[in-house]
């Protein structure tokens, strides 16, 4: 029995030497890799958990649909993610950089270097113009003014808005305002771009044109998107599907067919 | 980044223009109510700083201030020029007097009687006349404003014959002397001619004017002075021109409500500053609350924000003092011709005090609207 028990010992060692192996393999290649993430808010009685143990891969070259009913914790997945947030359990590796690890003005430096934001209502600064708006992020990491806005022109005319650089936001529709956010997530090249609900506060064309932009623009030279969205018309413009429910991952689907179902 | 501060600052027009006034409107109050205290308060002493020849005042030792003085006897003036150190000393008299106009209305006046020989005392800068022409039988000179207090609307000239004490006084000359504090007409008159424009008393002489020997500071001549003509029923009173300006200074600022007012009206213009700049900073700043945090989510550290806010403050605040100083030096030029304004300016400590009341008022703005920033989680962003 001792035999058997101990052949079993070392055949289950062998196993999670393999399992971690092949983690530890994933997390290298992933651009992104949460494992057993979780996370809580608040103490005591109002303590609440709204990430249950989440475990997703995001490989380099992949537009990912993070999606699920409001309330299920996509916001905090990507908050996590994008290092704004820190998982109360679980780790999180970008770019292979375990950001639990990464601490104050090394975190937000990491951040501004890899990570790119488009945000569902643009957040442009409205006293800004296109092209300076689009140089932000260029203007954070210490550029010029005037090399910045120039590069930041090139990536505008790249989404199509070349002719709008001296326009501020306000005179901008909804959709062109999305775009001036898509080139200021990209202008510094970032390797993951995270977008949240970049379309909902667009008509459905304006929605498609921005989705098109991401797919063709983003979505280049080994860069990972993550794009939490609830619309459905633009599902099939990601490469994986990720479902969360209650705080879970529900699904993960590769095959577009299954991203309407 | 710097730059981008500026920006955000400027495009929101109506805020930064609302900041710039609230800062100039509190830096107005503030700068235009201190120079108007500080001159007054300077006016209380303005006959004791116009007399640039003598250093040291000598005078009954009950005397507050400059306007109450008792008369000394004549033999204090004696005592005093036998004290060691005192190069020189002379008689004054300074006191209220009524004088009975040519179309025979009264007016009030101070009348100073100088010494009749060395003239210690008399007006510097005149405007119509000679100062030596004071020599001259029943001889007085005017200051401008008393001037035109006395026969107002009427040209300047000499020879005016008035009353005093029912003796005749004969304009030889007009001067510009320091506006007193009660805007009354300032005559100079020999002291022994003064005998006759005052209601007879036992003794004239309030002050005695010295001035120390060569090389002897002034305050040792003046301890001397105490030291050596105190007697067991009288003691004299001797102090430097400084001084005696801020006895006098300091009787009316703890006797008067002067400060009070004032000092109200300073703090009013302060809480304006703190309230309109203040709260229209903190809504600038809240309401560009999620452009923070996009920023603070594209790699902006707080230090930077922190540094951002600090420079919107800084602008606003720099824009709106100099604004504010401006109009205040206007204020000030514009009243210079106007008589009873006379005397009233800027002062440089009055710019720098006020300068640093408003550099609290906007990094107080800023400190409060820069909490809400640096509390801020960049995660907020997404939350729509």
């Known amino acids: 029995m001792q035999t058997i028990q101990a052949l079993g010992d070392a055949c289950d060692s062998d196993f999670e030497e393999s399992v971690i192996g092949n983690q530890q393999s994933a997390m290298e290649t992933a651009m992104v890799s949460c494992r057993a993430v979780t996370k809580e808010f608040g103490t005591g009685d109002t303590r609440i958990e709204v990430l249950h143990g989440i475990d997703i891969e995001i490989p380099p070259g992949e537009l990912v649909l993070l999606v699920g009913p409001s309330g299920c914790g996509k916001t905090t997945l990507i908050s996590i993610i994008a290092g704004l947030l820190d998982a109360t359990k679980g780790t999180v590796h970008v770019l292979g950089e375990e950001l639990g690890a990464l601490h104050g003005a090394n975190k937000v430096r990491f951040r501004g270097k890899n990570i790119g934001f488009v945000f569902q209502q643009y957040n442009l600064l409205p006293a800004l113009t296109a092209a300076e708006n689009a140089a932000v992020p260029l203007l954070v990491a210490g550029w010029k003014r005037n090399e910045a806005v120039a590069k930041a022109s090139e990536m505008l005319d790249r989404v199509g808005m070349g002719n709008r650089l001296k326009n501020l936001p306000s005179q901008l529709s909804g959709g062109q305002q999305q775009r001036v956010a898509i080139a200021r997530a990209l202008v510094h090249e970032p390797k993951l771009l995270i977008c949240d609900e970049p379309t909902a506060a667009l008509d459905a064309h304006s929605g498609q044109t921005v989705m098109e932009l991401i797919r063709t623009v983003a979505v280049q030279d080994g860069r990972a998107v993550i794009v939490v969205t609830h619309d459905s018309r633009v599902f099939h413009f990601g490469d994986r599907m990720i479902t969360m429910g209650d705080g879970r991952v529900d699904s993960v689907k590769t095959d577009r067919a299954e991203f309407s179902h | ?384």
């Not at chain 2, 001159?39 to 005397?63: L, N, Y």
């Not at chain 2, 040519?102 to 510097?124: K, M, T, Y």
């Not at chain 2, 020599?135 to 020879?159: H, R």
């Not at chain 2, 007879?200 to 001397?224: E, F, G, S, W």
Request: proline share 4%.
């Open chain 2, 1 to 384: 980044m710097n730059w981008i501060a500026i920006k955000m600052l400027v495009g929101d027009r109506t805020k930064y223009l609302g900041i710039i006034f609230g800062i100039a409107f509190a830096t107005l109050l503030m700068a235009q109510q201190i120079a108007i205290f500080a001159g007054i308060m300077g006016h209380t002493a303005s006959q004791i700083t116009d007399v640039r020849d003598a250093d040291i005042w000598v005078m009954d030792a009950k005397t507050r201030f400059v306007d109450e003085a008792p008369a000394l006897p004549e033999t204090d003036l004696q005592r005093v020029r036998g004290v060691p150190g005192v190069a020189w000393a002379v008689k004054m008299y300074k006191g209220q007097v009524s004088a009975r106009l040519d179309n025979g209305q009264f007016r009030s006046v101070i009348l100073f009687g100088i010494d009749d020989n060395s003239l210690v005392g008399a007006p510097r800068q005149m405007i119509l006349g000679n100062v030596e022409d004071l020599k001259l039988p029943d001889a007085v000179i005017v200051d401008k404003a008393g001037y035109e207090y006395m026969w107002p609307g009427q040209p300047q000239q000499l020879g005016r014959v008035f009353e005093m004490n029912d003796r005749r006084a004969v304009l030889v000359g007009i001067c510009k002397v320091s506006p007193p504090f009660i805007t009354l007409p300032v005559l100079y008159t020999r002291f022994s001619q003064a005998e006759w424009f005052v209601p007879h008393d036992r003794n004239l002489m309030t002050y005695i004017l010295a001035k120390p020997a060569p090389d002897v500071p002034a305050k040792d001549v003046c301890q001397r002075i105490e030291e050596q003509t105190r007697t067991e029923q009288r003691q004299l009173a001797a102090m430097t021109q400084e001084q005696f300006k801020w006895k006098t200074i300091n009787y009316f600022m703890s006797s008067t409500g002067i400060p009070v007012n004032f000092g109200i009206t300073i703090a009013l213009g302060f809480i304006v500053g703190i309230a309109i700049a203040g709260q229209t900073f903190y809504l600038f700043t809240v309401e560009n609350l999620k452009q923070f945090g996009s920023l603070k989510a594209m790699g902006v550290c707080n230090t930077r924000i922190l540094g951002m806010i600090f420079l919107q403050a800084l602008v606003v605040g720099g824009i709106g003092y100099s604004i504010g100083v401006g109009l205040t030096a206007g204020f000030f030029e514009a009243t210079r011709h106007v008589t009873h304004l006379a005397g009233l300016g800027m002062y440089p400590e009055i710019m720098i005090g006020v300068g640093v009341a408003v550099l609290f008022i906007v990094l107080l703005a800023s400190v409060l609207s820069a909490r809400r920033v640096l509390l801020l989680e960049p995660a907020a962003v997404f939350r729509g």
